[in-house]
C-alpha cells in the first residue's frame, strides 16, 4: 500500500467512470498533480464491456438537451463551468431528437485520451482496497469493489444502502423489419426527415401478449451472481428509475403503455393511427449498426429474451449484440456522510462524487465529479469550497443528496422538484414554467461563481 502516500501525488481518484474522470481533468486543470486509479480491466465488474474510462454500461443517452428541461439546465451549468466531458458527449453525438446520445465507444476512448494525455494525470490500473489518508475522491460508481466497499463502511460507522439496475438489450440494425417498424421521433421532432428513432408498434392483441409473456418469462436470480456483499439484500429491491419492464407489467397490465411503452406523439404509416403500444429504438453508435431498446432493461434470461422480444413487431428475427441484464449498484447514506460540498462529515480531504453518493444519471455523476475535482483543488490551494446555490440544478441535487430523510433516501437525478418553487402570481403551462426555473438556475449559478472565483 506503499502508493497510497505518493509524493508526487497532490490528490487519489478511485474510480475512472463518468464522475471519476471528470474529477481528475477538473482537479489537474488547477495545476495539482493527480493520481487515478481503475481497477478495470484487471477486475472487471461484470457490467463492464472494455477498459476505457468512462464507459457507459446502460443507455447511451445523457438525456434532455432542451434549455427548458431538468437534464437541459444541469447540462447548461455543466457548460458554465468547463465540463470536459460533456464537450466530449458533444463531440460523439449520435442524432436522438431532443436528447444528446452518444456512441458509446468514440465517448470513451475520447475521455480516455483526454486524461491519459493530461501532464498531471497519471492512471494506475490496479484495485484501491482503501480508502487513502491523503486527499482523495471516492467515485468508484455503484459497482464498487467488496474490499473497497468494506473500507468505506468501516470509515462511515453505516451500513451500505443497495439496489438492483438493469441494463436494456441492443440488437444488429440490419435485423430489424423495416416493413413493420418506422422511423419517427415524437410529434415529428427531431433533425431528419424520418425521425431519430425506430419505432415498433403494437395492436391492443398484440400488446397484451407481449405483457403476459414478460410477466410469465423466466427470471435470472439475483443471488446467481451477486457476490457475498449482498448477504441480507432482499430480491425485488429495485430503483424505481430503472425498473425491469417485467417488473413493470406486474404492477398492471397497461403499466407499459403509460411507460417505456407510450404511443404517444406516434402514428404507424401503415395505418395512418397511433398504436396501442412501441418500442422505441435509439441508435448506440456512430455506424448507426447497433439500436437499444429504450428504457427496455430487463432480467430475464438470455434465451426467453431471444423469445419474449422476438414478439415486438419489427424484432421477430432481431439479432442481439447485448442482452439486457442486472447488476448491483451501491450508494452510501450521503445524508449523515456528506457536506453540500461533497466532503465527508468528519473528514475535509476526502470527498465522494458520482453514483455512489446518491445522484442517478449520467449528468448527474459527470456534475457532481466535477464539483468534487474542484473542491479539492480548492481545498489543497486553500480557498473556500463552493456550496452551489440551492436554485441551480447541480446545486439542488448536491442539497438533496446531503438533507433527504435517510428512510426514504432513493438515488435522484435532475429534476425541478428539488429546486425551491418558483413565486408565482398565476398558473402558467409547465413549459414556461421550465423556461423560469432555468433563468433563475442560470442567473443563480452565474452570479454565485462570479463572486466566488
Known amino acids: 500500500m506503499g502508493w497510497y502516500n505518493n509524493p508526487m501525488t497532490d490528490l487519489i481518484i478511485i474510480g475512472g467512470g463518468l464522475a471519476g474522470s471528470e474529477a481528475a481533468w477538473q482537479a489537474a486543470q488547477t495545476g495539482?498533480?493527480?493520481?487515478?486509479?481503475?481497477?478495470?480491466?484487471?477486475?472487471?465488474?461484470?457490467?463492464?464491456?472494455?477498459?476505457?474510462?468512462?464507459?457507459?454500461?446502460?443507455?447511451?443517452?445523457?438525456?434532455?438537451?432542451?434549455?427548458?428541461?431538468?437534464?437541459?439546465?444541469?447540462?447548461?451549468?455543466?457548460?458554465?463551468?468547463?465540463?470536459?466531458?460533456?464537450?466530449?458527449?458533444?463531440?460523439?453525438?449520435?442524432?436522438?431528437?431532443?436528447?444528446?446520445?452518444?456512441?458509446?465507444?468514440?465517448?470513451?476512448?475520447?475521455?480516455?485520451?483526454?486524461?491519459?494525455?493530461?501532464?498531471?494525470?497519471?492512471?494506475?490500473?490496479?484495485?484501491?482496497?482503501?480508502?487513502?489518508?491523503?486527499p482523495v475522491i471516492v467515485a468508484s460508481g455503484p459497482l464498487t469493489s467488496e474490499s473497497l466497499s468494506h473500507s468505506i463502511a468501516q470509515l462511515s460507522g453505516e451500513e451500505h444502502l443497495f439496489f438492483f439496475d438493469a441494463i436494456a438489450p441492443i440488437v444488429h440494425a440490419e435485423s430489424i423489419n423495416m416493413d413493420i417498424a418506422f422511423r419517427a421521433s415524437r410529434y415529428d421532432k427531431g433533425d431528419q426527415d424520418e425521425g431519430d428513432y425506430i419505432n415498433c408498434p403494437f395492436t391492443k392483441d398484440e400488446y397484451y401478449a407481449f405483457v403476459n409473456a414478460l410477466k410469465t418469462a423466466e427470471r435470472i436470480e439475483l443471488r446467481s451472481f451477486e457476490d457475498a456483499i449482498l448477504a441480507g439484500v432482499k430480491a425485488g429491491q429495485f430503483f424505481e428509475g430503472c425498473l425491469p419492464v417485467e417488473i413493470i407489467a406486474e404492477r398492471g397490465v397497461d403499466s407499459l403503455a403509460f411507460g417505456p411503452m407510450r404511443p404517444v406523439g406516434l402514428r404507424d404509416p401503415r395505418t395512418g393511427k397511433r398504436p396501442y403500444g412501441v418500442v422505441q429504438l435509439r441508435q448506440d453508435n456512430l455506424a448507426g449498426s447497433l439500436y437499444n431498446l429504450v428504457g427496455f432493461q430487463t432480467n430475464l434470461k438470455f434465451p426467453e429474451q431471444k423469445r419474449v422480444l422476438g414478439m415486438i413487431p419489427g424484432l421477430e428475427n432481431a439479432e442481439f449484440e447485448r442482452y439486457g441484464q442486472m447488476h448491483r449498484n451501491t450508494f452510501i447514506a450521503s445524508p449523515k456522510l456528506l457536506r453540500p460540498t461533497l466532503q465527508h462529515a468528519v473528514r475535509d480531504d476526502?470527498?465522494?462524487?458520482?453514483?455512489?453518493?446518491?445522484?442517478?444519471?449520467?449528468?448527474?455523476?459527470?456534475?457532481?465529479?466535477?464539483?468534487?475535482?474542484?473542491?479539492?483543488?480548492?481545498?489543497?490551494?486553500?480557498?473556500?469550497?463552493?456550496?452551489?446555490?440551492?436554485?441551480?440544478?447541480?446545486?439542488?441535487?448536491?442539497?438533496?443528496?446531503?438533507?433527504?430523510?435517510?428512510?426514504?433516501?432513493?438515488?435522484?437525478?435532475?429534476?425541478?422538484?428539488?429546486?425551491?418553487?418558483?413565486t408565482l402570481e398565476k398558473k402558467i403551462g409547465k413549459r414556461e414554467r421550465g423556461q423560469m426555473y432555468a433563468e433563475r438556475a442560470a442567473q443563480s449559478l452565474k452570479k454565485y461563481l462570479d463572486e466566488n472565483s
Open 32 to 134: 495539482l498533480q493527480v493520481t487515478l486509479y481503475e481497477m478495470r480491466p484487471i477486475n472487471p465488474t461484470g457490467a463492464h464491456l472494455s477498459g476505457d474510462l468512462a464507459e457507459l454500461v446502460c443507455s447511451n443517452s445523457l438525456g434532455s438537451n432542451l434549455p427548458d428541461r431538468a437534464s437541459g439546465v444541469l447540462k447548461n451549468e455543466l457548460r458554465e463551468m468547463n465540463s470536459m466531458l460533456l464537450e466530449c458527449a458533444e463531440e460523439t453525438a449520435l442524432p436522438a431528437g431532443a436528447a444528446l446520445a452518444v456512441d458509446r465507444e468514440a465517448f470513451a476512448h475520447k475521455v480516455t485520451q483526454k486524461i491519459e494525455n493530461h501532464p498531471n494525470i497519471k492512471i494506475i490500473r490496479a484495485e484501491m482496497k482503501g480508502i487513502p489518508q491523503t
Open 350 to 422: 476526502l470527498f465522494f462524487a458520482g453514483q455512489i453518493t446518491g445522484v442517478e444519471g449520467y449528468m448527474g455523476n459527470i456534475a457532481t465529479g466535477l464539483l468534487a475535482g474542484i473542491n479539492a483543488a480548492r481545498l489543497l490551494k486553500q480557498k473556500t469550497l463552493l456550496t452551489l446555490p440551492n436554485e441551480s440544478m447541480l446545486g439542488a441535487l448536491c442539497h438533496y443528496i446531503t438533507h433527504a430523510d435517510l428512510k426514504d433516501f432513493q438515488p435522484m437525478k435532475a429534476n425541478f422538484g428539488i429546486l425551491p418553487p418558483l
